[in-house]
């Protein structure tokens, strides 16, 4: 089994790597391996921070596939990637067109050197404090109980600088007081999303995409569909207060979880300040907390 497996990795070396010459390597041949290696790396770390990272993973997946292919020689699945391979290329860049512009923009900015090398990155596992919980609990039950409506964005994984982008920079510290005065009737910043990132809200009054789910009820306005429309992008936490009835939903990977009380926000913000959390993990806890209203289709949102 090994020597066959030697026989294909050699025989694919002789028929697709024929160009490398191991005795002709030079210094400035290593040179090129460690820049380029430097560059691909920060490419991925950029490419991480983005919601351009699931796009790549299924590009990685597709392109296994085709060395797998190439591997035990599976002509036909070669041919169909090789006639597609220049559409692929034009798919990718109109795919990845945002984060394309973005990254050409911060080419020119002064910080695009030091971001590749963030200092304090590692300082703390801890997404952001319990005090940042605390004052979020409690200004999204404050702004419930008189009917202010609200919608509140925890980044975690999926930098959300897309959407940051469309609203008003604050990079202010998360207080109680602050989130209930920007969604305060008929002030600047009350429509639109707040974004909050660690200890801090990056920005205000910021565009949603909606969702599109048929399978939302009819009743949910456009505050709760936009909640749901950017959880199905990212990996975001979404909090929704109804300026209709006062309840507090939470939003997250597409699932829109309704009539929840201060005790499971809080657990759950407690939950995913200590790192990420995916889907799965969030529903297996989910079912475990004992104070979680299920879809209340009678209460109006």
Known sequence: MIQNLFAILNSFASKYLFWVDGHSITKTDIAEIIIISFLIYNILVWFKQTRAWNLLKGIIVVLLFVLAAAVFQMNTILWIAGRTINVAVIAIIIIFQPELRRALEQLGQKSFITSLFPADSQKSQERFSERVVNEIVKATYEMAKVKTGALIIIEQDVMLGEYERTGIA??????????????????????????????????????????????????????????????????????????????????????????????????????IRKGAVDVTRFRIWKRRMKHVQKDDETSGE
């Open 170 to 271: 604050l990079d202010s510290l998360v207080s109680s007081q602050l989130l209930i005065n920007i969604f305060e009737h008929n002030t600047p910043l009350h429509d639109g999303a707040v974004i909050i990132r660690g200890d801090r809200i990056v920005s205000a009054t910021c565009y949603l995409p909606l969702s599109d789910n048929m399978g939302l009820s009819k009743e949910l306005g456009t505050r709760h569909r936009a909640a749901v429309g950017i959880s199905e992008v990212c990996d975001a936490l979404t909090v929704v207060v109804s300026e209709e009835t006062g309840n507090v939903s939470i939003a997250i990977g597409g699932n829109l979880y309704r009539n929840v009380d201060a005790e499971y926000l809080k657990g759950k913000l407690n939950f």
